[in-house]
């Protein structure tokens, strides 16, 4: 018969999720179509050979060192919408579209009409995931335009050097990521033509546009500068994540206007902020302290997968607890990776790790005005700190 015995419940603290989303073309019909005035013809005819898209979703853990979950078998919620001049049509299954409902390849979608020059169709997707372990909603947006140009010349195409989506760990990579964009027709590179216009945006929560036309901007925090067809971000002021579209036009006539037309060229690119797993530890103390002890001085520090992370206060907290003896709770004792703390026999001392997260703009909490010092400059701080 046991004289004592104790129960815990252990949980297990889930971090939340990160959607990722990317749109791929399946088999080898593009998603490029050419018109011929001459006999009224499509290459390719998708009424003959269809367009296969496949938007893959992922969730990412930022825990986990593995590959993200495909998570489309799981998703809920999901709709396909076709928008041609402006007007949005939700698609079901039929004789123009066939869409995938379960399975792995669940939202995969058969193009089976044609486009067109002056009012392309746009095709929009939406989707859910839901975390089982946390209920977290995870929601899935993508689009893709259908182009299609005159086969009477080549279609210009655009390209970033950036990909779909950028992983962007702030403590080992650089801070600056140049995002350059080429216009090709045929196989002639066409970027630096003076009949060539170039646009850049950035996607808002809203799912609107904002032009980034010189970098001075009210919301161009994170520009460092635009020049034609280079953008250049600093990635510590994006917040979590921000996606970047870049438009692009050629006229032979050189007769360019201000604002790219449906048929133009459109590329785009998601930089999201990446915390992947670490770990943490100190030093500097020892179990059995010297008696008369009255503070102790411990060292903290911080380790990923390639080592000690030099300077880590830039980019994390550290918060010590403590529980003395007798007491039901931990209470905090100090901040940062080398404090001071008053001593306790028998206390029990605990290290937690926060990501002070990226940068934000501070603003007053009386009138909601962006903060300035002496010389008129912006002020910043970390959203966590």
């Known amino acids: ?59 990412v ?23 041609i ?70 279609q210009p195409v655009l390209t970033l050097d950036s990909p779909d989506t950028v992983q962007w760990y702030p403590v080992r990579d650089v801070l600056n990521q140049t995002i350059t964009a080429k216009l090709m027709a045929g196989n002639k590179d066409i970027t630096e033509d003076e009949r060539v216009k170039f646009w850049w945006y950035r996607v808002l929560s809203t799912g609107a546009l904002e032009e980034i036309v010189d970098g001075n901007g009210d919301n161009d925090w994170e520009i460092v500068s635009v020049n034609k067809n280079v953008l250049v971000v600093n990635r510590d002021f994006i917040g979590d994540e921000q996606t970047y579209v870049c438009k692009a036009a050629y006229r032979e006539t050189g007769s360019l206007l201000a604002t790219p037309d449906t048929f133009d060229q459109i590329a785009t ?71 001071t703390i008053p001593f306790t026999e028998g206390m029990l001392l605990d290290l937690q790790i926060e990501d002070r997260g990226a940068q934000a703009i501070l603003i007053d909490d009386t009138d909601e005005s962006v903060l300035q010092d002496a010389d008129g400059n912006v002020l910043f701080d970390r959203i966590n700190n």
């Open 1 to 59: 018969m046991a004289l004592a015995s104790k129960k815990k419940s252990l949980n297990i603290n889930y971090r939340p999720l990160q959607a990722s989303i990317s749109m791929q073309v399946v088999t080898s019909v593009p998603d490029r179509q050419f018109y011929s005035a001459m006999d009224k013809s499509f290459t390719p005819d998708y009424t003959l050979t269809p367009l296969t898209l496949f938007p893959h979703c992922a969730a």
């Open 61 to 83: 853990d930022a825990d986990s060192m593995s590959a993200p979950k495909a998570i489309n078998s799981e998703l809920t919620n999901m709709k396909w919408y076709e928008r």
């Open 85 to 154: 001049g402006g007007v949005q049509k939700l698609i079901s299954s039929g004789t123009d579209y066939v869409i995938t409902q379960t399975g792995d390849n669940k939202g995969q979608i058969q193009v089976k009409k044609n486009s067109s020059i002056v009012n392309p169709i746009t095709l929009e997707f939406s989707a859910e995931y839901v975390d089982v372990r946390t209920n977290q909603v995870l929601k899935y947006t993508a689009s893709k335009v259908i182009i299609v140009s005159d086969s009477s010349s080549p």
């Open 269 to 339: 690119t998601r930089i999201v902020r990446y915390i992947p797993r670490i770990e943490c530890d100190f030093k500097g103390i020892v179990t059995g302290c010297p008696a008369g002890t009255s503070y102790i001085y411990p060292q903290g520090y911080v380790r990923d997968s390639k080592g000690v992370i030099s300077s880590p206060e830039e980019w994390f907290k550290f918060i010590w607890m403590v529980k003395k003896p007798g007491a039901s709770d931990y209470s905090k004792a100090g901040e940062g990776v080398s404090p």
